[in-house]
């Protein structure tokens, strides 16, 4: 799962105590395991490798520069869904042939500067971004590949509704059933070709059975493109393969695998180009919010522990109500290696994890059965690697925290923590001519 363990009570991060990394990096941070992160995608490559996958880790959901270089480094290609991340995975030495531009809002300044590092492929989400596409490339005088988004309908029900993207009326991609006219409308433009299809029906996907369902109706529209003359030869299945937010409650890779090689590899073996775009999967188990206590409170019939970080820093639980697994750093003879989040038992009881943003949303738990904490004790939130920092926030004038990654028993600081002068770094008077 990861390198995150129990050692006589007290939390490691691989070879390394993390109370020693907070006492030294200070409270709160995110601290990532270069190994896991490692592993959890030459596991990912291997589980799908009859497929000679070009794998695209999706950096929306982990942006730090040494994240991303530490995954091109193991030949990882990027996901993207913004200038700014397609700059990131250059900066990180990503290939720009392995990059992927997908998002339904890509401004002109985006398409050129994608055009001009001349990335691998262009997921495209409406008929006007094509003409638009089509335009600027034709300006640049460019040619490039492109993929229609192509919404299956189908999802898991499991998936929480705001991170369903593969029903039909999503404001993601086009129907399927306008696939085919989109087809014969853009096939034959000349800057760009129209050469693939991509799906992404939502994230986190707990089994494989919406993949096959999505990956069955896709198959049978490539077979029909084909009676008329379009010949698809990239098939980008997405991302969304979930992560253990608890340990076992997701499929492993091989699940997935031995549900989608299997209709995949025909194709392959024809010529078809595959492409996967994990994100949490990837990136999720490696990396933990370490927090501190700050203050014990009593309301009504409730418990609080107020912390030191909250939804400026981790807003999933506000968000999607997520539920993240949680523990103290030092556990005094309380383990839940199983990381069960209902856990109940002696010697635990019932806390609201609460943050110090002025939001009643501004929770990280509710109702979560813990050991006894006091005032400075360390609070480590689990599976924080995936929309975690990338998704943190200055709400309140709060700075965002440092991040750290350990790699065996070295540890290195991956970005510092920001000072009251970086909130204001930006804030200039100049003016503006109209």
Not at 98 to 104: D, K, L, Y
Not at 253 to 265: G, H, N, Q, R, S
Not at 323 to 341: A, K, L, Q, T
Request: hydrophobic content about 40%.
């Amino acid at each position: 799962m990861d390198y995150f363990h129990y050692k006589e009570g007290k939390l490691f991060c691989e070879e390394v105590p993390v109370e020693a990394i907070v006492k030294a990096a200070g409270s709160p941070c995110y601290i990532y395991s270069a190994n896991t992160l490692r592993e959890h995608y030459r596991k990912f490559y291997k589980a799908f490798s009859a497929l000679d996958p070009l794998i695209c880790f999706s950096i929306k959901t982990c942006n730090n520069l040494h994240i991303i270089q530490e995954l091109v480094a193991e030949g990882s290609g990027i996901d993207t869904v913004s200038g700014g991340e397609i700059f990131l995975a250059r900066k990180a030495g990503a290939d720009a042939r392995n990059i992927v531009f997908a998002g339904i809002g890509k401004t002109d300044e985006e398409i050129l500067f994608a055009l001009d590092q001349e990335i691998g492929i262009f997921n495209i989400e409406s008929a006007e971004e094509f003409e638009n596409l089509a335009r600027l490339a034709k300006m640049r005088n460019k040619k490039v590949d492109a993929a229609l988004r192509v919404t299956p309908d189908v999802v898991d029900e499991k998936t929480h509704a705001k991170t369903k993207t593969g029903y039909k009326g999503s404001k993601f991609g086009v129907d399927i059933d306008k696939a085919i006219q989109f087809f014969n409308t853009y096939g034959k433009d000349t800057h760009v070709s129209l050469c693939g299809i991509h799906i992404h029906i939502g994230s986190p996907i707990y089994s494989p059975a919406p993949y096959e369902i999505a990956i069955k109706k896709i198959l049978s529209l490539i077979e029909e493109l084909k009676q008329q003359g379009h010949a698809v030869r990239i098939f980008d299945i997405g991302g969304g393969y979930s992560a253990d937010y608890e340990k076992g409650k997701s499929a492993s890779y091989e699940d997935f695998a031995a549900v989608i090689v299997p209709l995949l590899k025909p194709y392959v073996e024809k010529g078809m180009k595959i492409i996967l775009e994990p994100g949490r999967t990837i990136s999720g188990n490696s990396g933990i919010l370490v927090s501190k206590v700050l203050y014990r409170k009593e309301g009504g019939h409730k418990k609080f522990i107020i912390i030191d970080t909250g939804m400026h820093h981790l807003i999933r639980p506000a968000l999607y109500d997520a539920n993240h697994f949680m523990w103290p750093v030092v556990s005094d003879g309380i383990s839940n290696e199983g990381r069960v989040v209902d856990e109940k038992g002696e010697g635990l009881q019932a806390y609201d994890v609460v943050g110090p943003i002025c939001e009643s949303s501004d929770y990280l738990a509710k109702d979560r059965y813990l050991p006894e904490m006091k005032k400075d004790d360390l609070l480590a939130i689990f599976t924080a690697g995936a929309y975690g920092m990338v998704m943190s926030s200055n709400y309140n004038a709060t700075c965002k925290p440092a991040e750290i990654m350990v790699d065996k028993q070295q540890v290195f600081v991956i970005r510092e923590r920001e000072t009251y002068e970086d909130l204001i770094r930006s804030d200039k008077k100049s003016t503006l001519t109209v």
